[in-house]
């Protein structure tokens, strides 16, 4: 079952212009961690925010995190090419045995040059 | 380079075979997750080994089976091949709960 929900499920946007995608989950998380994938290959680790934190930045991606409305945001500024990928997020739930991750489906970004 | 490594990082076998992942997790890190990513099903956890130990399963099917040694590397069997068990393979690791989880590059398992 998949916890996090990315919104949308792909994007589309211009080298330059601002990225923004959101994943809502279910249930209460001791964290909410970035990553990203590009086209068959690992999970790149972006950002990591914790359940009492409301928001990170590292380089050009800024991460919110609204425990009660259980949802997260990434936002990619300034995007280039390079930033096309897959993102997902996954959290790890304050009920789940061990700290796995559970990851939404992803949202697919593609920035055109 | 996440500092884990995934042997071999390509695989094609039959079905019916049975095949094992390799897993090298950072240095230090004592727990070792396994994901399966699948067109249809997204990315899902499998199973978590803390310190040699069991500490969660996922969806693993009886099929599959792994473990981890006491260096802390950890392999994942995959038996009984289907075509349906055509996928990445992904081995994560971290130090302690809460902190970071890294991720391999992936087995890609092709199963024909």
Same mark, same amino acid.
């Given at each position: 079952?998949?916890?996090?929900?990315?919104?949308?499920?792909?994007?589309?946007?211009?080298?330059?212009? %601002?990225?923004?995608? %959101?994943?809502?989950?279910? *249930?209460?998380?001791?964290?909410?961690?970035?990553?990203?994938?590009?086209?068959?290959?690992?999970?790149?680790?972006?950002?990591?925010?914790?359940? %009492?934190?409301?928001?990170?930045?590292?380089?050009?991606?800024?991460? *919110?995190?609204?425990?009660?409305?259980?949802?997260?945001?990434?936002?990619?500024?300034?995007?280039?090419?390079?930033?096309?990928?897959?993102?997902?997020?996954? *959290?790890?739930?304050?009920?789940a045995a061990g700290n796995k991750l559970t990851?939404?489906?992803?949202?697919?970004?593609?920035?055109?040059? | 380079?996440?500092?884990?490594?995934?042997?071999?990082?390509?695989?094609?076998?039959? *079905?019916?075979?049975?095949?094992t992942l390799r897993c090298?997790p950072?240095?230090?890190?004592l727990s070792v997750y396994w994901y399966q990513q699948?067109?249809?099903?997204?990315l899902q956890f499998l199973i978590q080994y803390y310190n040699g130990e069991e500490r969660a399963k996922g969806n693993i099917l009886e099929r599959f089976s792994a473990q981890q040694f006491?260096?802390l590397h950890s392999e994942l069997n995959l038996s009984?091949?289907?075509?349906?068990?055509?996928a990445?393979y992904f081995c994560a690791s971290s130090?302690?709960?809460?902190?970071?989880i890294?991720f391999?590059?992936?087995?890609?398992?092709?199963?024909?």
């Amino acid at each position: 079952s998949q916890q996090g929900e990315e919104d949308p499920q792909a994007l589309s946007i211009q080298e330059g212009e %601002n990225a923004t995608m %959101n994943c809502s989950y279910k *249930t209460s998380i001791n964290n909410l961690q970035w990553y990203r994938q590009n086209s068959g290959r690992g999970l790149v680790h972006l950002i990591l925010i914790r359940s %009492n934190e409301r928001e990170k930045h590292s380089g050009r991606l800024r991460v *919110t995190l609204d425990t009660s409305k259980k949802s997260s945001s990434l936002l990619i500024t300034a995007s280039r090419a390079a930033d096309t990928a897959s993102y997902f997020c996954a *959290t790890d739930s304050v009920h789940a045995a061990g700290n796995k991750l559970t990851f939404g489906g992803g949202t697919r970004v593609l920035v055109k040059p | 380079d996440s500092g884990v490594t995934q042997t071999p990082k390509h695989l094609i076998t039959a *079905t019916g075979q049975r095949v094992t992942l390799r897993c090298s997790p950072r240095s230090g890190d004592l727990s070792v997750y396994w994901y399966q990513q699948s067109l249809d099903q997204g990315l899902q956890f499998l199973i978590q080994y803390y310190n040699g130990e069991e500490r969660a399963k996922g969806n693993i099917l009886e099929r599959f089976s792994a473990q981890q040694f006491p260096d802390l590397h950890s392999e994942l069997n995959l038996s009984s091949l289907e075509l349906g068990d055509s996928a990445l393979y992904f081995c994560a690791s971290s130090p302690a709960r809460g902190n970071t989880i890294y991720f391999g590059e992936g087995s890609w398992l092709t199963v024909v």
